[in-house]
């Protein structure tokens, strides 16, 4: 099954060397943690979920922009966000911090 890809930033908007760009996910009133965006080189980025290190996300880097598994992003990251998001689902902002 192919990918649907969303489009999150341009790859400059992502620090270089220790920074963080994260990405809201859910519906305002859901307050699910975030993903967190590392550049860890020139084109070079990975994603995890902000308050959990351990679970992944794809990233794609292409023509300068950065990219995120659009069927990832939208699943919930566990149970007790699952009950949250009922059956409005997870949805993903386009709005990004910078730490």
């Known amino acids: 099954m192919d ?7 341009k ?8 920074g963080v760009r994260l990405v809201p996910r859910g519906l305002a ?4 943690p975030g ?4 550049r860890t080189g020139e084109e070079s980025v990975h994603a995890v979920l902000a308050c959990d290190s351990a679970r ?4 794609k880097v292409e023509g300068m922009k950065v990219y995120l598994d659009l069927e990832e992003l939208s699943a919930p990251a566990s149970q007790a966000e699952a009950a949250l998001a009922g ?7 386009m709005v990004a911090y910078c730490y």
Do not use: H, N
């Open 56 to 59: 992944r996300y794809s990233v």
């Open 11 to 18: 790859l400059k908007d992502v620090p270089l060397g220790g």
């Open 29 to 32: 009133w859901q307050e699910l």
């Open 87 to 93: 059956q409005f689902g997870v949805a993903t902002s």
């Open 35 to 38: 993903v967190a965006l590392f």
């Open 3 to 9: 990918r649907q890809w969303k489009l999150i930033c």
